[in-house]
């Protein structure tokens, strides 16, 4: 029997010694009298150093005086107890410890208290690395969406507790799509990053701020007078608008600011945020670079505003629709020289079987936000290119209108170069390519790769809507331009606006001048008309001389 016992007991410390969990047991007077081999290891002892030893003898006087609260407390209640604790080692390394412990009972020789060491140093580390990265904007390090909720929740609080006043502003970046539309996303998170430097330099650990999504920020501020606040959103925007290198270039933005305050407007975080964003859009509409104290009457606007957000997502969804089952059309509007058609503009069209009738106005620019205006603009090439090869057996050009995404996208070069070389005009010459006059100044470098390339050097290029920006008219010759179109805000007034008269005879003469012709388009009147021929110009475009119309109607 009692080498049965002694087999057990050195089965069992065989056991307890290649648990992996550091294990030990106290006496009343605190003092070890049993360890196993995994405690040993974690304290960095023998056995023999360790063994009838008190807190106090192996651990800082802090710590231990944790450890003896907990025993006392276990011994006393005689309930187990589950509590984290720091350790520093033989070492001087300091780990955080989940410590588990219980009443031996039943021993003849009385209570004993048993505990359990679990090392959760690592996984501390971890979740604190997860719960940084969950409340930190990933671009700057700022907060995050979640944590501004947090940090409002607080001076909400500071507010109902120590009546403190507080004001939650939403800034939105201006210009940062053209930014990474221009330059690449890579300079636009940059531009994103510098931004949240300025606005933290400034604020001084006088606020909050968090970046919470694409580019927008929202900041929190406590204030004793409006004031306060209006000094800081004004260093701040100030700031912004000093030159940012980027990539050795110089950027100038701004950005526009709305603010709520607390209680003056609501104390509700979530009508705060609502009311701050209003007044952003109301600054955006009208003050764009500035700042705007939310009013009542924003709500109101904001809400048509949301209306129209939600149109503008359902065509974009109906227009890709559209796109991938070709349903748009290209209709052909006649551009005249002494009565006789010479060429034609090709214009795209859409009726909706859901919406009806969208005007280009407002399917055009939700195109190019999106990646639909490149598709657009291959599909209206192709059916000038068809065009061509069908009607215009007398040597008719058709121009077909380029937007500032496809000319810079990668792939529009190719692609036009392409259609090129598959089509089988009788003439390059009777494609033509359109560019805006502001278009032509700001891609001037995507330009001038299109028109050195050798497949594309017969095509002729115009410059529509022309004195509507400011060229520099040294391009007008370096780009080999061969018409430029006179905007309709310049025709739609004739013949009675002196104004006009005189600013169209300059367009002329300085054409002329370049060897370029000049067509009017947006002829509404006969009196429009002969008003035109009299300052000299030859080319006519409009609805009075004929309409945008279908190829089958052109047959």
Known sequence: ???????????????????????????????????????????????????????????????????????????????????????????????????????????????????????????????????????????????????????????????HTRDQKFALLYLDMDGLKFVNDSYGHAAGDKLIQETGKIISTVLEQKGEVARIGGDEFMLLMPYREKNDVVTIVEKVLAALKKPTELDKRKIIFSASIGIACCPDDSTNINALVQYADSSMYETKRHRKGSYTFYKKEYTSYQKQFFLSAKRKLELENELRKAMKNKQLTVHFQPIFKNDQIVGYESLSRWVSPEFGTIS???????????????????????????????????????????????????????????????????????????????????????????????????????????????????????????????????????????????????????ANEFDMKVIAEGIETEEQKQCLAELGCDYFQGNLLGKPASHEYWG
């Open 1 to 159: 029997m009692a080498k049965e016992q002694l087999f057990n007991a050195e089965l069992l410390l065989k056991i307890i010694n290649s648990l992996p969990s550091p294990i030990f047991v106290k006496n009343t007077k605190h003092q070890l009298i049993f360890i196993n081999d995994a405690f040993c290891k974690f304290m960095g002892r023998g056995y023999k150093d360790l063994i009838g030893k008190s807190d106090y003898d192996l651990s800082l006087k802090e710590e231990a005086d944790v450890f003896l609260e907990m025993d006392d407390r276990v011994f006393k209640s005689r309930q187990a107890n589950i509590n984290e604790e720091n350790h520093t080692d033989f070492f001087g390394n300091t780990r955080i410890i989940q410590t588990k412990k219980m009443i031996l009972e039943g021993c003849e020789l009385g209570d004993f208290l048993c505990g359990v060491i679990t090392d959760i140093t690592e996984l501390k580390h971890l979740n604190k690395k997860l719960r940084k990265q969950a409340y930190r904007d990933c671009i700057t390090g700022l907060m995050n969406r979640v944590a501004f909720d947090e940090a409002a929740t607080k001076y909400l609080n500071n507010f």
């Open 360 to 510: 280009p106005a407002e399917f055009i620019p939700i195109a190019e936000e999106s990646d639909l205006i490149l598709m657009l603009g291959v599909q209206t090439l192709q059916a000038a290119v068809e065009f061509i090869n069908k009607k215009c057996v007398n040597g008719e050009y058709v121009s077909v209108n380029v937007s500032p995404i496809q000319l810079k996208h990668h792939a529009f070069k190719s692609s036009l170069e392409s259609i090129v070389k598959q089509s089988n005009i009788q003439s390059p010459k009777q494609l033509v390519i359109e560019v805006t006059e502001r278009l032509m100044m700001d891609m001037n470098e995507h330009l001038e790769s299109i028109v050195n390339s050798p497949c594309l050097k017969d095509i002729k290029y115009f410059i529509d809507d022309f004195g509507t920006g400011y060229s520099n008219l040294a391009q007008l010759k370096k780009l080999n331009f061969d018409t430029l179109k006179i905007d309709r805000e310049y025709i739609k007034d004739l013949p009675s606006s002196s104004s006009d008269i005189s600013l169209i005879k300059t367009m002329i003469f300085m």
